[in-house]
């Protein structure tokens, strides 16, 4: 298939909304599930009857020359054969499904769009394939039905607008006329609903597609009668007399990604349009509608956002393929030390005794930051799967405060409230007061830049409300700033001279993260804070590491565990005195 091509001047598809800290389904977990999909189908379809009568096979034979014609039509119905202007690419003697220089043809040609074309009208492609030197015109006095078969397929394909934007400034001012705009865009197609119940209908925009590839699959498979695959059956073209099947015409827009589409309107005058026919094998076609299906099913499970598609197909386009084996490997590589980090956290906690040498505080406001990105999910109607997934691990945070501290019901006023109260392995040493110097400087930190990049957030840009300003604001901070939270920990650790109080295996685990994350930050396209942010948390790791290496492993302190070394030694030596006098008796 050729590559999609550039759109034109004026026509480019606008550029997507704010990133937001959401995501979606992987692009190996696509993968899996479409070749799943793909093996399970070949090996559960309907067994092959014995008997030669009750199967279905190809009309056409391997290598077989065929003739091509190709029409441009308004109309989706064609029979004007003989229109010279309707016709825009005939080829002859095209091999049937054989890979070679004649099999695969090109055309590269200019329309120009009529008046109707321009105002949402519609444009068909009509393909036609016959055995050379046959007509596919059915009124020929030597047409035969057997010898040709054809497909029609829509150039232009409709997509909602953009509902006009519910954003202002809430200061009163004048937004830049640039941003005021509402533009023709193409939207989620949740967002199309949403704004369809709120906003009336749905008004609907035309889009040229710059790319038609034409792909006769090589199947020669004989079916069963009563029996084809539901993802084949669509495809098959009966013939009616014979009950044989003609070649399948497949339009091939795998490659064909959402921002290449060109808006038509009054200002097009000109349109290129890239044509291509040839052959496709039957697994790579059935790979593809596999794929796509996958990605249907996904979207409508909420486990995939919508244009993510294009975006896993753009890897595969514009990524070089060595280095995307490399990135699919360490992705299922950085899935098992998530894992294993996530696990290891538990366990820490669950088991953990004591609080010495660890920041209690930091626990609280890593819940804080927890909880204000799932609200800020909550408030950009964000998918179930992703909602879920923040949820969950808001009531982790949650459960490590119990762990951390002391959680009362007060119930003296009229409504009872949470109180948290430290630890007395927390209070009883050097760690509360060490916490409590480190969290009043990073706060008064923490208050310049949250208050700075507010005021410059309510000035600059354009809000749904207060409330969704603030969001804003404090997810946007959390996703800058979040790595100073690990801060405190680092100086209670300088002044307690000690690392033996951290999880060192959940730790690690986090820390290989953090070096594929600086891979990925080099192969994928994202925001140049987002690829500052990988760079400083790999920042506080070494500091983490080099804390480790210059304080020693003090064995009376107390472990991750909440016991110390010379207690497990003393309670050792105890056993050991009471099973030699067990044995003395």
């Known amino acids: 298939m050729a590559p999609p091509a550039p759109a034109v001047e004026g026509g480019q598809a606008p550029q997507g909304r704010q990133q937001q800290p959401q995501g979606g389904f992987g692009l190996s977990g696509i993968i899996r599930m479409a070749v799943f999909w793909y093996f399970a189908s070949k090996f559960f379809s309907p067994k092959k009857p014995t008997e030669p009568s009750a199967l279905i096979s190809n009309l056409y034979q391997k290598a077989q020359p065929l003739d091509m014609w190709l029409y441009l039509s308004e109309y989706e119905k064609f029979n004007d054969f003989g229109s010279e202007s309707s016709l825009v690419w005939h080829e002859t003697n095209i091999p049937y499904a054989v890979w070679g220089p004649e099999s695969t043809r090109t055309l590269t040609l200019k329309y120009h769009p009529s008046e109707s074309l321009k105002h949402n009208g519609s444009l068909y492609a009509h393909v036609f394939f016959a055995h050379s030197g046959f007509s596919p015109d059915p009124s020929d006095p030597e047409y035969q039905p057997q010898a040709a078969f054809g497909r029609t397929h829509p150039v232009v394909m409709y997509l909602p607008k953009s509902q006009a934007d519910k954003k202002k400034s809430l200061l009163g001012g004048s937004p830049d006329s640039s941003e005021a705009q509402v533009t023709s865009k193409v939207v989620d197609e949740s967002e199309d609903d949403d704004d369809s119940n709120d906003d009336g209908p749905v008004e609907w925009a035309s889009y040229w597609k710059p790319n038609i590839t034409i792909n006769l699959v090589a199947d020669f498979t004989q079916y069963p009668k009563t029996g084809v695959a539901p993802n084949i059956a669509p495809y098959l073209n009966i013939d009616p007399f014979t009950g044989n099947y003609y070649p399948i015409v497949y339009f091939n827009e795998f490659w064909l990604l959402r921002d290449k589409l060109i808006p038509l309107n009054e200002t097009v005058t000109e349109l290129s349009l890239n044509l291509e026919v040839g052959p496709i094998s039957m697994t790579k076609w059935q790979l593809f509608l596999q794929i796509d299906q996958s990605f249907q099913i996904h979207r409508s499970y909420g486990s995939m956002l919508e244009g993510e598609a294009d975006e896993l197909k753009r890897v595969f386009l514009e990524g070089n393929p060595y ?208 690829r500052l942010s990988v760079f400083r948390d790999d920042l506080i790791f070494v500091i983490y590491l080099y804390q480790r290496w210059i304080y020693k492993v003090d064995k009376k302190r107390v472990n991750e565990f909440g016991f110390g070394g010379e207690d497990d030694q003393a309670v050792a030596e105890t056993d050991a005195a009471k099973e030699e006098e067990k044995k003395t008796n």
């Not at 930051?369 to 949650?398: H, K, P, R």
């Not at 100073?484 to 690690?508: D, E, G």
């Open 323 to 530: 280095l995307l084996a490399i990135t699919m490997v360490v992705s299922l590589l950085h899935s098992v030390f998530d894992f294993l980090a996530f696990k290891n956290d538990i366990q820490f906690w669950n088991k953990n005794k004591s609080m010495e040498g660890l920041s209690a505080k930091t626990v609280v406001v890593s819940f804080a930051c927890q909880l204000i990105i799932f609200l800020y999910l909550l408030d950009n109607d964000t998918s179930w799967m992703i909602l879920a997934s923040s949820g969950i691990g808001c009531v982790i945070e949650f459960w490590k405060i119990g762990k951390a501290m002391r959680i009362e019901i007060d119930r003296t006023g009229r409504i009872p409230m949470l109180k948290l109260r430290d630890r007395e392995s927390y209070v009883r040493n050097k760690t509360k007061e060490y916490d409590d110097i480190a969290m009043k400087y990073l706060f008064y930190v923490l208050f310049l830049l949250v208050a700075g990049f507010s005021v410059y957030s309510l000035m600059y840009e354009r809000h749904k409300s207060w409330y969704s300003w603030i969001l804003s604001s404090l997810t946007s901070c959390v996703y800058m700033f979040g790595f100073i939270m690990m801060c405190p920990q680092l100086f209670i650790n300088y002044k307690l001279k000690s690392v033996a109080h951290l999880p060192w295996r959940q730790m690690t685990y986090k820390f290989l993260n953090t070096i594929i994350d600086d891979l990925f930050a080099f192969v994928i396209k994202m925001p140049t804070l987002h």
